[in-house]
């Protein structure tokens, strides 16, 4: 069942390019699906990068259909995607953290990326593709730390499979902003921000509804829609 009642389809595929580029076939339907890879060939990231897919990941995408999502309320489609990954890594024993706005992270190590695409008319969120690739017994060791699977925050072997059973469980389930905001961990504290190619020093004062992060510079307070931050070491 997707997160509306709606029957859903889930497609287990061996290898794909990129599971966002697959599912792309079926936005012509009006049924929620999700199809999930072993392994991508042409893993594709935000910014235009590519991600590192290789086998023992989890590589999924989620279609959904929407009637009348406000285009300005889409940051729920991000948080949604978020809560069900960090769910999914404590039913492992493992402690995420999110690093707005879609990194999910353990120990400031990257356990897990979301791209989301999605589909806008007449201001309307019509539907959206949700992205999700989480390490759960993949081989890191090629990039140099940065990131982490669920086998190495757990001290013990998470299977793929296991993982990806229990994302494709949180996804269809329903959660609160509260709950995303709950795993904010820089918040209140002092970040470092990289704005349009300026780097400053702010205090994190939250993230708003509609998705911006604000902060507080020098006393004025702005809320930020596209910066990159860092927390302070
Ligand atoms: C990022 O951290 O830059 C986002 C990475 C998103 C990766 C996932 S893996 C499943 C889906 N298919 C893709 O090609 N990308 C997303």
Redesign the pocket.
């Known amino acids: 069942m997707s997160r509306t009642g709606r029957m859903m389809k889930i497609e287990l595929l061996n290898e794909v390019d ?4 697959y599912i792309k076939k079926y936005v012509a339907g009006s049924e929620d699906v999700i199809v999930c ?1 072993s392994k ?1 060939t ?6 235009g ?1 590519s ?1 590192f ?1 290789q086998e023992g990941g989890v ?3 989620a279609l959904s259909f929407y009637r009348d999502l406000p285009a300005e309320r889409a940051f729920c489609i991000m948080t949604h995607a978020a809560v069900a990954v960090c769910r999914t890594a404590e039913r492992f024993g493992v402690a995420p953290e999110i690093k707005w706005p ?2 999910v992270l353990v120990s400031g190590r ?1 356990l897990c ?3 989301i695409e999605n589909g806008i008319s007449d201001g309307k969120v019509k539907y959206s593709i949700v ?3 989480l390490n759960a017994e993949n081989d890191l060791s090629a990039l140099n730390g940065i990131a982490v699977s669920l086998s190495e925050a757990a001290g013990r072997v998470v299977p793929a499979a296991a993982a990806r059973d229990g994302l494709i469980e949180n996804l269809q389930k329903h959660d609160s902003f509260g709950e995303y905001l709950s795993y904010i961990r820089f918040i209140g504290r002092e970040v470092t921000v990289t704005e349009d190619g300026r780097v400053y020093r702010a205090a994190a004062r939250g993230v708003l509804a509609d998705g911006r992060l604000e902060i507080e510079e020098n006393g004025m307070i702005r809320a930020l829609s596209a910066a990159e931050i860092s927390l302070k070491i």
Do not use: V
Request: net charge positive; no cysteine.
């Open positions: 990129s599971t966002n580029l890879a991508q042409g893993g594709r990231g935000t910014k990068r991600f897919s590589y999924l995408s879609n990194d990257k990326g979301i791209l992205g999700i690739g």
